[in-house]
Nanobody
Framework: QVQLVESGGGLVQPGGSLRVSCAASSSIFSIFAMGWYRQAPGKQRELVAAITSGGITKYADFVKGRFTISRDNAKKKVYLQMDTLKPEDTAVYYC????????????????WGQGTQVTVSS
């Protein structure tokens, strides 16, 4: 069993930046792809960004050029740097372990964190 714990959410003004982190409890973290998803009230959970075990990244079109996903296998952490934030980025952000990602497909893994709230508002 792997536990994932997100942190770093909060309130930020439009145009601002925020970095959220996800810490894994197990060293198997390094062999799995990681994804960041988000869910806004009344909407379905959607993929924001993903990174494979080899460091290949994938981004949703709505965050390309604004968000950056990275991972530190030694620390068992994955990060999402969010810049030029917009009110529509407001959501609970979840990290996910064990999914699969390429240019043509994506699917979620079985392990989720509890989520961290990101609110973009003036």
């Amino acid at each position: 069993q792997v536990q994932l714990v997100e942190s770093g959410g909060g309130l930020v003004q439009p145009g601002g930046s925020l970095r959220v982190s996800c810490a894994a409890s197990s060293s198997i973290f390094s062999i799995f792809a990681m994804g960041w998803y988000r869910q806004a009230p009344g909407k379905q959970r959607e993929l924001v960004a993903a990174i494979t075990s080899g460091g290949i990244t994938k981004y949703a079109d709505f965050v390309k050029g604004r968000f950056t996903i990275s991972r530190d296998n030694a620390k068992k952490k994955v990060y999402l740097q969010m810049d030029t934030l917009k009110p529509e980025d407001t959501a609970v952000y979840y990290c996910n372990l064990g999914g699969g990602y390429s240019d043509t497909y994506s699917f979620m893994g079985d392990y989720w964190g509890q989520g961290t709230q990101v609110t973009v508002s003036s």
